[in-house]
């Protein structure tokens, strides 16, 4: 009966069973915008979960800080170009 010449070594016997836990993702939509989506995972692209708003986006903090900007300059006191 063959008998092994030299000892397997851990690392190199455990490589041999290293990719067995590997498996592959599932991948959702976003029942919202329809994009990619891990399952149990709030979009990042509109930050929905479960058709709850729960993220706020780059876009949604853009417009409000946009609307903030506008209020601003609409509440200052208007000054006249005149120079004295």
């Known amino acids: ?3 092994p010449k030299r000892k397997v070594s851990k690392s190199r016997r455990d490589k041999r069973s290293s990719n ?3 498996k592959v993702k599932a ?3 976003c029942s919202h915008c329809q994009g990619p ?3 149990h995972q709030a979009c990042f692209g509109c ?8 993220l706020t986006t780059k876009m949604d903090r853009a417009l409000r ?3 903030a900007r506008e209020e601003k ?3 200052a006191p ?4 005149e120079a004295q």
């Open 65 to 67: 800080r946009g609307k």
């Open 1 to 3: 009966m063959p008998v």
């Open 37 to 39: 989506l891990a399952p």
């Open 20 to 22: 067995k836990g590997i």
């Open 73 to 75: 300059q609409a509440h």
């Open 27 to 29: 991948i959702t939509s």
């Open 78 to 81: 208007q000054e006249s170009g």
């Open 47 to 54: 930050g929905f979960y479960k058709g709850e708003k729960i």
